[in-house]
């Protein structure tokens, strides 16, 4: 999950094994969704979206779940691969992006 | 190819001496922002600027000045740079409002 402070949450997963990473967001206003991946040395990247009026988004090989009663949001990566190992961090709109501090993934082959 | 560029990507300097971090993107968006990222903590946006000429402050806006004068550049300036805003700062631009935003390498400053 999300956490402020000195050190990221961290998850390890074994390759081809399904990963999920959480996500708290702080404003139930909030209206908009993204989560992002970020390698060593590299700026964040889009991964996928989703509105609140949605509760879930499919894109490949990664699934967004939004659970707006307790302001929750989960990333889904399936088959996991060794390019996924990054730190991946949640934003929500409210009406400006807010960012968690995000969770470091970590892929055994 | 689209892109959002940063420079320096790279910086060492001391207290007290102007510097200004350039940001460029070739996507015709129209919002661009600036933030800042320290160790275990989220993205904190310092400016923002909906538009060439529009700009605003963000969360963490103190010791920082921006400009907007053309659409596609969007530099960060530090007056007088102190070692608390030693830091990975990113730009990032969008074309439609506060949506997905594309980031920048990211310029790493260390102020001493």
């Known amino acids: 999950g999300e956490s402020v402070g000195l050190h990221l949450p961290t998850l390890s997963v074994q390759e081809g094994d399904n990963s999920i990473i959480n996500c708290a967001y702080s404003n139930s206003a909030s209206d908009y969704f993204i989560w992002y991946k970020q390698e060593s040395g590299k700026g964040p990247q889009f991964i996928i979206d989703i509105r609140s009026n949605m509760d879930k988004r499919q894109g490949q090989r990664v699934t967004v779940l939004l659970n707006k009663t307790v302001k929750h949001l989960s990333l889904q990566i399936a088959a996991t691969q060794p390019g996924d190992s990054a730190v991946y961090f949640c934003a929500e709109r409210d009406p400006h992006m807010r960012f968690g501090a995000g969770t470091r993934l970590t892929v055994k082959p | 190819e689209a892109q959002v560029t940063q420079n320096p990507r790279y910086l060492i300097t001391v207290t007290g001496k102007k510097l200004t971090v350039t940001c460029s993107q070739n996507m015709n968006h129209e919002y661009m922002s600036w933030y800042r990222q320290d160790p275990g903590l989220g993205l904190r946006q310092i400016y923002y600027s909906m538009n060439v000429e529009v700009t605003d402050k963000g969360d963490v806006p103190e010791g920082y000045k921006v400009s907007r004068k053309e659409k596609r550049n969007f530099p960060l300036i530090l007056e007088s740079p102190s070692p608390n805003q030693t830091s990975l700062y990113f730009c990032?631009?969008?074309?439609?409002?506060?949506?997905?935003?594309?980031f920048g390498p990211g310029t790493r400053l260390t102020v001493t």
């Open positions: 990032a631009s969008s074309d439609r409002g506060i949506y997905e935003q594309y």
